[in-house]
């Protein structure tokens, strides 16, 4: 490698650590928002409900940015994207924690006997308290040395992100009783990311079809 191209590398590399801690800062804009605006009551005549309903949303929106990435890098042909998916991931799990925190705490009281109630009766509960436990292994399994310990299972595993999309979008839908107007953007836009998926797997397989792979 030449010093002119190494150069322009580490100018690159350098620009690209400088946007990344931007974007961390940034994702951490919303929470410090909510609780601000908790602390000196400004969620209006129910806090507790709209702490609880925006933290939930955040969960979604950053769920939906992670799932993002991988188009985005086909689309623009740049590896970046992928580099910043982790970071989402993690930024997905820490926003449906402080949802599931204010549920429990603000909503419930930890009242465990009543939330057990809640699992059982209310789909949405039922949905949502799958979504977060499915959630749990992805983040503890996010580091490049889980990804070296589990080898071939930790892709599979991983792929459970998009029942987790299905069912926090459910937990949506199910949540909301008269306007659906918000919660059936957020399920088309999951349908619009997942369908690429499926395009993508349809056409390795139809390439696999025409040109199978010899063994000698």
Not at 3 to 17: G, V
Not at 77 to 106: E, N, S
Not at 118 to 132: C, E, Q, S, V, Y
């Amino acid at each position: 490698m030449n010093p002119p191209t190494a150069l322009f590398r580490a100018l690159s590399l350098n620009r690209f650590r400088l946007f990344k801690i931007f974007l961390f800062l940034a994702c951490l804009i919303p929470a410090g928002y909510l609780v601000w605006a908790f602390l000196a009551d400004r969620l209006g005549a129910n806090p507790f409900e709209a702490l609880t309903s925006e933290s939930g949303e955040w969960t979604l929106r950053f769920l939906l940015l992670t799932l993002l990435m991988t188009p985005l890098r086909a689309i623009l042909q740049q590896p970046w994207p992928l580099r910043l998916r982790r970071m989402l991931g993690l930024f997905t799990f820490f926003y449906a924690v402080f949802h599931l925190t204010t549920y429990l705490w603000l909503d419930q009281f930890f009242d465990w006997q009543e939330i057990g109630t809640d699992i059982l009766k209310r789909p949405f509960i039922t949905a949502g308290m799958l979504a977060f436990t499915l959630l749990v292994p992805l983040a503890l399994t996010s580091t490049r040395a889980m990804m070296r310990r589990l080898g071939r299972r930790w892709k599979p595993l991983h792929r459970s992100i998009y029942l987790i999309g299905i069912l926090a979008v459910l937990h949506y839908l199910w949540l909301v009783k008269a306007d659906l107007r918000e919660p059936l953007i957020y399920a088309g836009l999951l349908t619009i990311l997942l369908g690429y998926r499926a395009w993508q797997y349809g056409r390795r397989r139809a390439s696999l079809r025409m040109f199978p792979q010899t063994r000698y």
